[in-house]
């Protein structure tokens, strides 16, 4: 009697946990949608695609725990999509846009940052199998999370879609500009992690009106919201180093490593 081979009939995969993947591989596409624009001379559209990139980077993490379709493929394809949604397309978008007139000097500082976005997701990685962070770091990223840098680069660019381009398109400016966020990234500054933040109950009602607000001022005034959105971000800084202070004190480190991660995230779902 011939016996029949186990597992012969090829494993299908349902749609649903393949979401998380789409996800990220739109948010690469946006990524490089963003490039293109730039070529194009569309800043607003360069920038408002980096911002969906964005968005859906926070999307596919939370979407893979949700129907639990995390794995190391995702994680790997979410790596190299960050690197070129948030590493190379703003480095590109700011090149094209301002630091081209300084020749090679423009360049380093693209280089600059898209090196240490590479290092910021290597250095990610290889810390989330940690198992002595304490359990408050998971409320801290170390240094700042790609996505966030990559809307700091891009803050002088929506500026100037509101006050002009007097200042901020100054290419020595955003010369420098690049390199303080490429030193933020790679730092050991602690950058809050709002994934973590819990809303009390007699709070959800009120935060909806909220954000119904700022929803409707988005769509009147896109980029004056961003702008301050941005500023805010970078405001919160120094609030978060005291407060990652206050917890160190209380319970030391033992090792050093990144913000705690649950089986499956990633580093932007922030």
Request: net charge positive; glycine share 6%; charged share 15%.
């Amino acid at each position: 009697m011939r016996i029949r081979p186990r597992n012969r009939r090829l494993r299908e995969l349902p749609v649903n946990s393949l979401i998380p993947n789409i996800l990220t591989v739109l948010a690469l596409c946006a990524g490089m949608s963003a490039i293109r624009f730039a070529m194009q001379d569309k800043w607003e559209l360069a920038v408002a695609a980096i911002i969906v990139a964005g968005i859906l980077d926070g999307l596919d993490g939370r979407m893979a725990r949700l129907l639990k379709g995390a794995t190391k493929f995702g994680a790997e394809l979410d790596s190299l999509s960050d690197f070129i949604a948030f590493g190379v397309a703003p480095a590109l978008v700011v090149y094209m846009w301002s630091t081209e007139v300084l020749g090679g000097i423009g360049w380093i500082a693209g280089l600059a940052y898209s090196t240490c976005c590479a290092l910021r997701l290597a250095r990610f990685n290889t810390a989330l199998d940690d198992p002595d962070r304490p359990a408050w770091a998971s409320f801290f990223f170390t240094g700042m999370a790609a996505p966030a840098a990559a809307c700091m680069v891009l803050l002088p660019m929506a500026v100037s879609f509101q006050l002009g381009d007097a200042v901020v398109r100054e290419p020595v400016v955003m010369a420098f500009w690049l390199l303080a966020v490429a030193f933020l990234m790679i730092s050991r500054i602690p950058t809050y992690s709002f994934k973590r933040v819990r809303v009390k109950r007699e709070m959800v009602l009120p935060l909806l009106v909220v954000v119904g607000i700022v929803a409707a001022i988005l769509a009147s005034y896109p980029w004056f919201v961003l702008s301050v959105l941005g500023v805010a971000y970078l405001g919160s800084i120094p609030f978060s180093y005291r407060a990652q202070q206050r917890y160190a004190a209380s319970q030391p480190v033992e090792a050093d490593g990144e913000a705690q991660e649950a089986p499956g995230d990633r580093e932007e779902t922030s």
